[in-house]
């Protein structure tokens, strides 16, 4: 062991060794449908880390294979998504990325096994790339927060970021792709740095690809015409 190591990064040591030597004496398989690959862990890490994992192996739920393994079935995780779960779990990796996919998956991952402090710190690093993401995957990020609201970190500075430049959003190449809900929430905004007037020449442009007047007029009841200039009005019209 090196010398130079502090007794908190011993154990860090210790227990990445752990992680990765799993495969000589781990009782837990995991098993992510449609792969093939099986994952290894310790039940005592998992119990004592989690509370999720710790009522999934009590002996209520476990169920155990030929071999005396514990056995955890999940449809709804990747792969590598699981790996780095694991590693949190076994010597508190924080996974820092630049692929909001990558960061989003071990978001929802973390908030499906109860894992708080995760699932706060990746909030932070997505908040942190925000700007980053809006300009990268807008429609990804944005349908990820419409659809996941309780990651409220990443909703607030997502916000933020598109009132202080809405035209990050208008002048996006995902802008088209825009749902009506998201549309609404950026409407509802009342700190938005852009006028009622261009807000509404790019909605039109939006309801000419979605060919809906339908979705437009209703949008529209969210547009302040009272702010506009007369001629502005009539503009929009011709």
């Known amino acids: ?133 809006i300009k990268k995957n807008l429609f990804d990020l944005f349908e990820f927060i419409m659809k996941y609201q309780m990651f409220t970190t990443i909703d607030k500075q997502f916000m933020r970021e598109i009132a202080k430049n809405p035209y990050l959003l208008f002048n996006s190449k995902d802008f088209a792709r825009l749902e009506e809900e998201m549309l609404q929430k950026i409407l509802l905004c009342n700190e938005l740095m852009i006028s009622e007037f261009k807000i509404c020449e790019y909605l039109i442009k939006w309801s000419n690809v979605e060919n809906n007047e339908t979705k437009l007029k209703s949008l529209s009841k969210l547009i302040r015409f009272h702010q506009m200039k007369k001629d502005e009005f009539f503009d929009l019209w011709k």
């Not at 290894?40 to 890490?45: E, V």
């Not at 790996?83 to 989003?104: G, M, N, P, T």
Request: hydrophobic residues 40%; charged residues 25%; glycine residues 2%.
């Open 1 to 133: 062991m090196d010398s130079t190591l502090t007794p908190r990064d011993e154990i860090i040591a210790d227990y990445t060794k752990l992680f990765n030597e799993r495969d000589n004496n781990a009782d837990v398989e995991i098993t992510i449908s449609g792969t093939e690959n099986k994952i290894l862990a310790h039940s005592l890490i998992l119990e004592t880390r989690s509370n999720y994992f710790k009522q999934s192996l009590s002996e209520k739920w476990a169920k155990k294979n030929n071999e005396g393994k514990f056995i955890l079935i999940f449809s709804d995780i990747e792969h590598d998504t699981m790996v780095i779960i694991l590693k949190y779990l076994y010597y508190a990796e924080i996974y820092d990325h630049e692929d909001f996919y990558v960061l989003s998956n071990v978001l929802v991952a973390s908030d499906k096994f109860n894992m708080e402090t995760l699932s706060n710190c990746v909030q932070e690093t997505i908040a942190k790339k925000i700007l980053v993401f």
